[in-house]
T-cell receptor, first 114, second 114 residues
Framework: AQSVAQPEDQVNVAEGNPLTVKCTYSVSGNPYLFWYVQYPNRGLQFLLKYITGDNLVKGSYGFEAEFNKSQTSFHLKKPSALVSDSALYFCAVRGGSSASKIIFGSGTRLSIRP | GAVVSQHPSWVICKSGTSVKIECRSLDFQATTMFWYRQFPKQSLMLMATSNEGSKATYEQGVEKDKFLINHASLTLSTLTVTSAHPEDSSFYIC??????????FGQGTRLTVV
């Protein structure tokens, strides 16, 4: 069975500092990994994905994530945080098939202080 | 990126009535769509996988007679909440995949049952 864990409910970072939001996963076969962001009372916005290829994936709004197969992790990072990055972030995993279901982590609330 | 349209974005209904939510892939065909439910300040819980031309696959604990799913075409899936009650009030989100692993999400539907 596939699963994804986000160990931190909340991450607090000062504006201008680097940020990391952690994600680990468990899936059979090669994973498809995603990060999404959600603002209050809104749907999900796609940030980035890892399907295959380069382990370092660059996405929207300056975010990037590194796929680490040995540690089964896909942590989200940004070199310099903005106050506008404050939102709820979800990591998601899908088994290596376009028909397999997408499972979400519990979410991490990112708070950037000015 | 691909666009998934979900309608309505919000709905208020009386207890005992049924509500239909539509999910459309606007610029791609999706043989598989997914329906999620999100409670306040919680993650997305997968309810069911909607397969075009066949019966939906429901997750454990989700009442199939309560949440009717129809995937009549490659661009449209509907979720009908039958005989809605206040405890069905929630944020419902659909997603669709054009293949290749990536999934796109609708903007969500806020259902309030009074």
């Amino acid at each position: 069975a596939q699963s994804v864990a986000q160990p931190e409910d909340q991450v607090n970072v000062a504006e201008g500092n680097p940020l990391t939001v952690k994600c680990t996963y468990s899936v059979s076969g090669n994973p498809y990994l995603f990060w999404y962001v959600q603002y209050p009372n809104r749907g999900l916005q796609f940030l980035l994905k890892y399907i295959t290829g380069d382990n370092l994936v660059k996405g929207s709004y300056g975010f990037e994530a590194e796929f680490n197969k040995s540690q089964t992790s896909f942590h989200l990072k940004k070199p310099s945080a903005l106050v506008s990055d404050s939102a709820l972030y979800f990591c998601a995993v899908r088994g290596g098939s376009s028909a397999s279901k997408i499972i979400f982590g519990s979410g991490t609330r990112l708070s950037i202080r000015p | 990126g691909a666009v998934v349209s979900q309608h309505p974005s919000w709905v208020i209904c009386k207890s005992g009535t049924s509500v239909k939510i539509e999910c459309r892939s606007l610029d791609f065909q999706a043989t598989t769509m997914f329906w999620y439910r999100q409670f306040p300040k919680q993650s997305l819980m997968l309810m069911a996988t909607s397969n075009e031309g066949s019966k939906a696959t429901y997750e454990q604990g989700v009442e199939k007679d309560k949440f009717l799913i129809n995937h009549a075409s490659l661009t449209l899936s509907t979720l009908t909440v039958t005989s809605a009650h206040p405890e069905d009030s929630s944020f419902y989100i659909c997603s669709a995949s054009p293949g290749g692993g990536e999934a796109f999400f609708g903007q969500g539907t806020r259902l309030t049952v009074v």
